[in-house]
């Protein structure tokens, strides 16, 4: 299979702990970098992956708080320095375009690099990006500044061909992309060979939903359904409900729910607060309610 | 003696490694503390000092260049996260006060606890802070973009008592202020106790010169006379001489011949090229001019 992996470079929250760095993520869908959200020492973090930041294409970002974005700056920074030219896509509420183009007329006159920032609507659940590999649509959230979760879902691969079944018609080689796409085969005496004989369907289509800051959004459940993970962030436990409630935040058995009714097959929480030295209490709450849930972790990798 | 220490939180130059932070020290002068640059990860950093961030007081800021400030957006949030309510005075050139100010309005509505932004003129040497316990100068450096280097000078304390001429004397308890203060004492039958006879001169005042990214500038050796200990950036071995000067940075040699000149006590030097795995090729290269040179680290500090 392709790969299509998650990596955590920071699951806490605003206020700094050791345990933790601020929101970043980085999705791996084959080969092609997407950065979400780029709280400060993404730089840091992002050595553990052994992936190479020239390759993020995209960053995603869910709102205008520093927790989310302050690893900004020295990023754009380092990609120029490091002689970067492709293009970088940016996305996001439009109050961060106000930053980003800040950013880049007073830090960053002579980066070798194009960045496109995108601002858009936290309001809309809409596919705002499409390509071969993949659709990236919005999904909107409710926190105390307009805020955008994300969700990425991968098209469909091509079918896999069956080898014993290309050797005992022998097939040749310069036939089996065109089978892949479609085609029948016809054999040298006229005989119909279906594509269906000669392939077993491809792999099934996975999905990431990546529900950022926000109070539960009862619509997650069907723009998400059937997701392959959801991380959704899970800021307090239930005995925090009010402040949950009053900073826009969800607890880890909101979280759960939310992940229940969309059926997902895996759930991830983050977001942790400050208070926590231990988040397995947050963990055995969503548990719970959502048995298939993982606590996020620096230098984690999931695979989908 | 009183404490008067640097402590290095980032030591590096502007391309990311995995040795070093980006620019930042913190002075603690008798418990004040002043930042020096902040480079991202300063929070981080600061960690293995042992100090509180709520005790700094003023942050000097060199020049508008990402490694020296960015990491100022994640400490300025994090203040107030953690309840700051006195006043914070940062200084440094004119076109970071732009950057100060969008943080401010962009995302950090709610902070309780004021900015002041000092704007200095990089060109002039000159005293633009004071108080009972220091002065702070500014040192005009020649960069790419307005650069200015910081003098901090200790005043004079108060001198020593004599604890034995005090005892027998018999001078009362009261008394002792006014005579580290300066004055005289008579006892009780009339006889006058010169104040030199009772104390000891004060401890010798000490300063600390941060000369942050610069090509040499011949009058730092005048500014900083006999300066305890000066920092000067040496980002290059002489044999990137050309590089030094295409960038507006200093050799390892050219920093020890500046502290020579101004018979500095000691050199630190920092802001290492990422290209030097091992930094003892600079350290010997000014150590060849200046013996009494160190290497800046991370973790590091200094007593002065």
């Known amino acids: 299979m392709q790969p299509f992996e998650v990596h955590i ?20 869908l084959r080969g092609k970098l997407l950065l979400i959200d780029c709280g400060e020492g993404v730089q840091l973090a992002w050595r553990h992956t052994g992936l190479s930041w020239q390759n993020i294409t995209h960053v995603l970002l869910s709102h205008a708080h520093g927790d989310h974005v302050f690893g900004l700056p020295g990023l754009l920074s380092t990609m120029g320095l490091l002689g970067r030219t492709a293009p970088l896509f940016i996305h996001g509420p439009s109050n961060l375009q106000t930053f980003v183009e800040f950013l880049r007329g007073h830090f960053l006159p002579d980066i070798g690099y194009e960045i496109h920032y995108q601002a858009l609507d936290p309001k809309e659940h809409t596919m705002f990006f499409e390509d071969r590999s993949m659709e990236i649509w919005t999904l909107p959230l409710q926190h105390r500044v307009p805020c955008c979760g994300y969700l990425i879902k991968e098209k469909p691969g091509l079918p896999h061909i069956r080898r014993e079944m290309i050797d005992f018609y022998q097939v040749p080689t310069w036939a089996i992309n065109r089978i892949k796409a479609g085609d029948d085969w016809q054999t040298p005496d006229g005989q119909l060979v279906p594509h269906s004989l000669l392939t077993t369907p491809p792999d099934p289509v996975r999905s990431y939903a990546y529900c950022s800051d926000t109070m539960p959004v009862g619509e997650l459940a069907e723009w998400c359904k059937d997701v392959t993970l959801m991380y959704h962030e899970a800021t307090y436990a239930s005995s925090e409900g009010e402040l949950a409630q009053k900073y826009g935040h969800s607890t880890a058995a909101q979280a759960a729910l939310t992940a229940k009714n969309a059926r997902a097959r895996r759930l991830l929480i983050g977001h942790y607060s400050a208070r926590y030295s231990d988040e397995s209490v947050l963990l055995q709450e969503a548990q719970n309610i959502f048995p298939a849930t993982l606590l996020a972790q620096e230098r984690q990798r999931i695979t989908l």
């Open 9 to 28: 470079l920071g699951c806490g929250s605003a206020l700094p702990t050791a345990r933790h760095l601020p929101s970043a993520q980085v999705v791996n």
